[in-house]
């Protein structure tokens, strides 16, 4: 239902429906991001407040700094207590999408660039065999999409699976972690 909510406003690049990890039970908040991040204030704007059965939505942006950076974070959250958002991260696939995890200046300094990776690498091995991981990062004069999102490819949606229910919701330098299924065929042509 929220999901379709989001929609409306433009094709979503990612949806995570946070639920408890035990139950599989909906915690009344989701997060989304647009293909076009320009239409995150429009749906912030048209969303928030709007009354969904009996209980009214909180439309923001996930993150303080969101606004300031555009091109970094910019998915707004959904909050609806006691109502059940059934749509999940989206279908599973062998890749996941972490964000909220690293910020562009953790990214910049190289030996900083490699511990992260092999932290996220070693953590992500508890839930199965990672066949890639993909953290990009900004080059200067290049356009560079997916800066500050972390990719990890599974051998199997079952592996991805596991991760991305232990993944959601944990902190990782004092961040909560946002997941989402991404698209295998993306992200083999490096479209983050």
Request: glycine share 8%; aromatic share 8%.
């Amino acid at each position: 239902m929220v999901k379709e909510l989001l929609s409306s406003f433009g094709q979503l690049k990612a949806f995570n429906l946070v639920t408890e990890q035990s139950t599989g039970v909906s915690k009344g908040y989701a997060f989304a991001e647009y293909l076009d991040p320009s239409l995150t204030d429009q749906a912030i704007a048209g969303l928030n407040g709007m009354q969904l059965g009996d209980k009214n939505l909180v439309v923001q942006l996930s993150c303080a700094n969101a606004r300031n950076n555009v091109a970094q974070n910019t998915f707004p959250q959904i909050q609806v207590a006691g109502i059940d958002l059934s749509h999940g991260a989206g279908p599973p696939t062998e890749v996941l999408c972490l964000m909220n995890m690293v910020t562009e200046d953790e990214l910049k300094d190289d030996e900083e660039y490699e511990d992260i990776l092999e932290d996220i690498r070693e953590e992500c091995a508890k839930y199965g065999i990672v066949k890639s991981l993909e953290i990009p990062r900004s080059v200067p004069g290049v356009d560079v999409t997916g800066v500050g999102k972390v990719f990890v490819e599974f051998n199997s949606k079952q592996e991805c699976q596991k991760a991305q229910a232990a993944l959601t919701g944990r902190k990782f330098a004092n961040r909560t972690v946002v997941t989402s299924y991404y698209d295998p065929d993306m992200y083999h042509r490096r479209q983050f």
